[in-house]
Protein backbone atom coordinates (compact mmCIF):
# COMPACT_ATOMS: atom_id res chain seq x y z
CA UNK A 1 0.00 0.00 0.00
CA UNK A 2 1.58 3.39 -0.89
CA UNK A 3 0.85 6.50 0.41
CA UNK A 4 -1.24 7.86 -1.64
CA UNK A 5 -3.66 5.49 -1.33
CA UNK A 6 -6.27 5.14 1.96
CA UNK A 7 -5.73 2.33 4.21
CA UNK A 8 -9.32 0.11 4.27
CA UNK A 9 -11.28 0.72 7.53
CA UNK A 10 -12.51 -1.80 9.54
CA UNK A 11 -14.69 -2.42 12.50
CA UNK A 12 -14.35 -5.61 14.46
CA UNK A 13 -17.08 -6.91 16.81
CA UNK A 14 -16.68 -9.79 18.65
CA UNK A 15 -16.89 -10.94 22.26
CA UNK A 16 -14.57 -12.47 23.28
CA UNK A 17 -11.62 -9.87 24.50
CA UNK A 18 -8.74 -12.08 22.92
CA UNK A 19 -9.78 -12.93 19.95
CA UNK A 20 -11.05 -9.23 18.93
CA UNK A 21 -8.25 -7.91 20.05
CA UNK A 22 -5.82 -10.52 18.10
CA UNK A 23 -7.97 -10.21 14.80
CA UNK A 24 -7.61 -5.64 15.12
CA UNK A 25 -4.08 -6.26 15.98
CA UNK A 26 -3.40 -8.12 12.79
CA UNK A 27 -5.27 -6.13 10.62
CA UNK A 28 -3.38 -3.33 12.14
CA UNK A 29 -0.40 -5.14 10.94
CA UNK A 30 -1.35 -5.95 7.72
CA UNK A 31 -1.71 -1.77 7.07
CA UNK A 32 -5.68 -1.42 7.83
CA UNK A 33 -6.87 1.23 10.00
CA UNK A 34 -9.01 -0.60 12.53
CA UNK A 35 -11.43 2.27 13.75
CA UNK A 36 -13.44 0.76 16.41
CA UNK A 37 -14.17 -2.43 18.26
CA UNK A 38 -17.24 -3.62 19.39
CA UNK A 39 -17.85 -6.50 21.99
CA UNK A 40 -21.82 -6.95 21.29
CA UNK A 41 -24.48 -6.43 18.84
CA UNK A 42 -25.37 -3.40 19.42
CA UNK A 43 -22.17 -1.75 19.89
CA UNK A 44 -21.62 -3.20 16.66
CA UNK A 45 -24.18 -1.59 15.30
CA UNK A 46 -23.29 1.79 16.61
CA UNK A 47 -20.19 1.84 16.14
CA UNK A 48 -20.37 0.69 12.68
CA UNK A 49 -22.76 3.68 11.94
CA UNK A 50 -20.70 6.28 13.21
CA UNK A 51 -17.50 5.39 11.80
CA UNK A 52 -18.58 4.39 8.47
CA UNK A 53 -15.94 2.10 7.69
CA UNK A 54 -15.22 -0.16 4.77
CA UNK A 55 -15.34 -3.19 6.37
CA UNK A 56 -17.38 -4.97 9.25
CA UNK A 57 -15.11 -7.68 10.43
CA UNK A 58 -18.64 -9.77 12.40
CA UNK A 59 -18.66 -12.49 15.17
CA UNK A 60 -22.01 -14.47 14.56
CA UNK A 61 -23.29 -15.04 18.10
CA UNK A 62 -22.56 -11.80 19.97
CA UNK A 63 -24.69 -10.77 22.82
CA UNK A 64 -27.31 -8.32 22.28
CA UNK A 65 -27.76 -8.64 18.70
CA UNK A 66 -26.68 -11.86 16.65
CA UNK A 67 -24.94 -11.42 13.81
CA UNK A 68 -27.31 -12.01 10.72
CA UNK A 69 -29.43 -9.11 13.71
CA UNK A 70 -26.51 -6.93 12.89
CA UNK A 71 -26.35 -7.36 9.49
CA UNK A 72 -30.54 -6.45 9.02
CA UNK A 73 -30.07 -3.32 11.15
CA UNK A 74 -27.58 -1.84 9.14
CA UNK A 75 -29.48 -2.57 5.88
CA UNK A 76 -32.25 -0.96 7.12
CA UNK A 77 -30.21 1.39 8.31
CA UNK A 78 -28.96 2.00 4.85
CA UNK A 79 -24.98 1.24 5.87
CA UNK A 80 -22.88 0.67 2.76
CA UNK A 81 -20.10 -1.25 5.07
CA UNK A 82 -19.80 -4.67 3.84
CA UNK A 83 -19.80 -7.24 6.35
CA UNK A 84 -17.48 -10.08 6.50
CA UNK A 85 -18.71 -12.84 8.99
CA UNK A 86 -15.96 -14.68 10.92
CA UNK A 87 -17.18 -17.43 13.06
CA UNK A 88 -16.14 -20.38 14.82
CA UNK A 89 -19.75 -22.12 13.32
CA UNK A 90 -20.03 -23.80 9.45
CA UNK A 91 -23.14 -24.95 10.35
CA UNK A 92 -24.90 -24.27 6.98
CA UNK A 93 -28.10 -22.37 8.67
CA UNK A 94 -26.07 -20.17 10.28
CA UNK A 95 -24.23 -19.47 6.49
CA UNK A 96 -27.33 -18.85 4.71
CA UNK A 97 -28.80 -16.91 7.41
CA UNK A 98 -26.22 -14.55 7.60
CA UNK A 99 -26.08 -13.95 4.26
CA UNK A 100 -29.62 -13.60 3.51
CA UNK A 101 -29.45 -10.81 6.29
CA UNK A 102 -27.20 -8.79 4.05
CA UNK A 103 -23.31 -10.48 4.79
CA UNK A 104 -21.19 -10.46 1.85
CA UNK A 105 -18.83 -13.06 2.57
CA UNK A 106 -18.05 -16.13 5.31
CA UNK A 107 -15.14 -17.55 6.88
CA UNK A 108 -14.73 -19.43 9.77
CA UNK A 109 -12.36 -18.81 12.69
CA UNK A 110 -9.67 -21.84 11.15
CA UNK A 111 -8.80 -19.83 8.56
CA UNK A 112 -5.08 -19.10 8.11
CA UNK A 113 -4.64 -15.35 8.83
CA UNK A 114 -3.15 -14.45 5.34
CA UNK A 115 -6.31 -16.04 4.15
CA UNK A 116 -8.16 -13.60 6.62
CA UNK A 117 -5.87 -10.59 5.42
CA UNK A 118 -7.14 -11.41 1.70
CA UNK A 119 -10.86 -11.94 2.61
CA UNK A 120 -11.03 -8.41 4.46
CA UNK A 121 -9.35 -6.85 1.28
CA UNK A 122 -11.66 -9.15 -1.48
CA UNK A 123 -14.68 -7.60 0.93
CA UNK A 124 -13.82 -4.03 0.37
CA UNK A 125 -13.86 -4.57 -3.01
CA UNK A 126 -17.14 -5.79 -3.34
CA UNK A 127 -16.17 -9.22 -3.92
CA UNK A 128 -17.87 -12.13 -1.64
CA UNK A 129 -15.69 -14.17 -0.16
CA UNK A 130 -16.69 -17.51 1.82
CA UNK A 131 -14.32 -20.57 2.93
CA UNK A 132 -14.31 -23.69 0.97
CA UNK A 133 -17.63 -25.40 -0.31
CA UNK A 134 -19.90 -22.67 1.18
CA UNK A 135 -20.67 -20.34 -1.89
CA UNK A 136 -21.88 -23.51 -3.31
CA UNK A 137 -24.33 -23.76 -0.53
CA UNK A 138 -25.15 -20.48 -1.05
CA UNK A 139 -26.07 -20.50 -5.09
CA UNK A 140 -27.30 -23.52 -4.27
CA UNK A 141 -29.70 -22.26 -1.69
CA UNK A 142 -30.96 -19.43 -3.96
CA UNK A 143 -31.49 -21.53 -6.75
CA UNK A 144 -33.66 -23.73 -4.80
CA UNK A 145 -35.98 -21.40 -3.54
CA UNK A 146 -36.09 -19.04 -6.91
CA UNK A 147 -39.32 -20.59 -8.50
CA UNK A 148 -40.95 -20.14 -5.49
CA UNK A 149 -40.20 -16.29 -5.23
CA UNK A 150 -40.58 -15.93 -8.97
CA UNK A 151 -43.29 -13.30 -10.07
CA UNK A 152 -45.31 -15.21 -12.43
CA UNK A 153 -43.79 -13.97 -16.00
CA UNK A 154 -40.94 -12.29 -14.58
CA UNK A 155 -38.41 -15.02 -15.57
CA UNK A 156 -37.00 -14.96 -18.87
CA UNK A 157 -37.42 -11.13 -19.12
CA UNK A 158 -34.77 -9.09 -20.45
CA UNK A 159 -33.21 -6.34 -18.33
CA UNK A 160 -33.61 -3.03 -19.57
CA UNK A 161 -31.31 -1.05 -17.22
CA UNK A 162 -28.22 -3.24 -18.25
CA UNK A 163 -25.99 -3.27 -21.66
CA UNK A 164 -25.57 -6.43 -23.24
CA UNK A 165 -21.76 -6.74 -21.50
CA UNK A 166 -23.33 -5.61 -17.92
CA UNK A 167 -25.79 -9.06 -18.54
CA UNK A 168 -23.37 -11.24 -19.13
CA UNK A 169 -20.81 -10.05 -16.69
CA UNK A 170 -23.81 -10.19 -14.49
CA UNK A 171 -24.24 -14.32 -15.32
CA UNK A 172 -20.61 -14.62 -14.51
CA UNK A 173 -21.07 -12.74 -11.14
CA UNK A 174 -24.11 -15.71 -10.20
CA UNK A 175 -21.28 -18.23 -10.36
CA UNK A 176 -20.03 -16.34 -7.56
CA UNK A 177 -16.70 -15.79 -9.57
CA UNK A 178 -14.12 -13.33 -8.68
CA UNK A 179 -13.30 -10.37 -10.85
CA UNK A 180 -9.95 -11.77 -11.96
CA UNK A 181 -11.64 -15.01 -12.67
CA UNK A 182 -14.17 -13.74 -14.81
CA UNK A 183 -11.39 -11.01 -16.24
CA UNK A 184 -9.75 -13.18 -17.64
CA UNK A 185 -12.65 -15.71 -18.79
CA UNK A 186 -13.48 -12.44 -20.86
CA UNK A 187 -10.63 -11.19 -22.30
CA UNK A 188 -10.81 -7.93 -20.30
CA UNK A 189 -8.94 -5.93 -17.28
CA UNK A 190 -9.31 -6.57 -13.85
CA UNK A 191 -10.51 -3.19 -13.94
CA UNK A 192 -12.96 -2.93 -16.73
CA UNK A 193 -14.80 -5.94 -15.17
CA UNK A 194 -14.69 -3.77 -11.64
CA UNK A 195 -16.53 -1.11 -13.32
CA UNK A 196 -18.97 -2.66 -15.62
CA UNK A 197 -20.15 -4.21 -11.87
CA UNK A 198 -20.02 -0.93 -10.66
CA UNK A 199 -22.11 0.31 -12.99
CA UNK A 200 -24.22 -2.55 -12.62
CA UNK A 201 -24.63 -1.99 -8.76
CA UNK A 202 -25.47 1.85 -9.86
CA UNK A 203 -28.42 1.11 -12.36
CA UNK A 204 -30.31 -2.04 -10.14
CA UNK A 205 -29.37 0.31 -7.22
CA UNK A 206 -27.58 -2.41 -5.07
CA UNK A 207 -24.92 -2.22 -3.12
CA UNK A 208 -22.94 -5.88 -3.06
CA UNK A 209 -22.85 -8.89 -5.31
CA UNK A 210 -24.60 -10.90 -3.08
CA UNK A 211 -27.65 -9.25 -3.99
CA UNK A 212 -26.82 -9.44 -8.04
CA UNK A 213 -27.00 -12.97 -7.61
CA UNK A 214 -30.40 -13.02 -5.63
CA UNK A 215 -31.38 -10.38 -8.52
CA UNK A 216 -30.41 -12.87 -11.66
CA UNK A 217 -31.81 -16.06 -10.26
CA UNK A 218 -34.99 -14.71 -9.65
CA UNK A 219 -34.91 -12.98 -13.44
CA UNK A 220 -34.49 -16.53 -14.43
CA UNK A 221 -30.94 -15.48 -15.88
CA UNK A 222 -29.28 -18.42 -15.00
CA UNK A 223 -25.24 -18.31 -14.01
CA UNK A 224 -22.61 -19.77 -17.01
CA UNK A 225 -20.69 -22.77 -16.38
CA UNK A 226 -17.52 -21.92 -15.32
CA UNK A 227 -15.88 -25.19 -16.20
Given at each position: MTA?????????????????DAVARDLADAGFDVVATADDGRAAVDRTRATDPDVLVLDLNLPGLTG?????????AGVRTRTLILSASGDHHDVLAAVKAGALGYLVKSAGREEFIAAVRATAAGEPVFTAGLAG????????????????????RPVPELTERETEILKYVATGMGYKEIAATLFLS???VQ????????????????????FALERGIDPVDPT
Open positions: DTPSIRVVVADDHPMWRPEVCAALSTLVLGEFRRTRSGRTEPGLRHHRTNHVQNIFGKLHMNNRVELVR
